[in-house]
């Protein structure tokens, strides 16, 4: 039986992947006897093979990880309060700009950074495509991850965002629903970010127990992340509790003080309890909570469909 739902929840997440990104019907010809939907999408295919060879093996793994999580302190720093001089969102400024690497949120990302930044400069794209692109080929690798969508053509053109725009594991509700909208997302949106999570481990909130995963599951896109930080904590994975974390369900597991807060926060409690009880809702809000982010700070309608060229999660 337990195969058998994993089977429709697989069948599913298929279904709302197409529903999201609609193949075009005038297809063109790309090289090695591939297909896109618009010229400008051709060489993503290059870079897509050279990126699951050389950055993620083609597996569910840190590097991965570090991915998202670049694409997610790049295009959060934007604020509609700062203006343009807080930070342009997507656009690429934490490969262009070496202090972002110096910010607290950033610490651990270096390598990965310079990796990425390398293999854009290398197929002549823009760091902010390259960002978004290698977050949604990495994300494929996870099992049943949905497919993200993927628009090419930012500039390439940034200022080096402000420091403190990426919310910190230790901030409270109040300061991360409040950093949340300031950048343009709505509570139940912050949630549906955090499906992230789901795939998440720990590197520095506590470094003696580097790699713990977020959830029972890091390898696999799902909503028991949601499950377990509903639980009550009464463990932490290391000796003691560091700053930004909370008292875990397992002792296998980290905690972020932020993820339980939002848990049980009146504003993000219902929305953190729905994704616990619906796993297709959870994929398919992450999905379109991924899009909105992707184009934080761009002029979306400029941009070029490619989602085509992001691979789906192998079945």
Known sequence: MHNLIKVIYILIIATVAAMAAPPSPNRVRCSAGREAGHPECCKWFDVREEIQDRLFNRSCGADVRKS??????????????????????????????????????????????ERQGALALKHSVSFGDFIQFASAVGLSNCE??????????????????????????????DTLSARMADAGFAPHELVALLAGHSVATQQTVDASVAGTPLDSTPRTFDNAFF???????????????????????????????????????????????????????????????MAKLSVVGQDAASLVDCTDVVPRWRT
């Not at 694409?71 to 969102?89: I, Y």
């Not at 049943?144 to 200022?159: D, E, H, K, Y």
Request: hydrophobic share 40%; charged share 20%; proline share 6%.
């Open 227 to 289: 499950v377990e930080t509903q639980a009550r904590g009464t463990v932490c994975p290391g000796a003691a509790l560091h700053k930004g974390e909370a008292l875990s369900s397992s002792p296998h597991e980290l905690r972020l003080q932020s993820d339980g807060a939002l848990a049980r926060d009146p504003r993000t409690a219902p929305t953190w309890k729905r994704f616990a009880e619906d796993q297709v809702e959870m994929a398919r809000q992450f999905a379109n909570a």
């Open 68 to 113: 998202i999580r670049i694409q997610w302190h790049d295009a959060n720093a934007f604020s509609h309060t700062g203006g343009l001089k807080s930070g342009g969102g997507a656009d690429g400024s934490i490969l262009a700009h070496a202090i972002e690497l110096a910010y607290p949120a950033n610490v651990g990302l270096s390598d990965i950074v």
């Open 144 to 173: 049943g991850a949905p497919r993200l969508t993927f628009l090419a053509g930012r500039p390439n053109a940034s200022r080096a965002a402000d420091d403190g725009l990426v919310p910190a594991p230790w901030h409270s509700a």
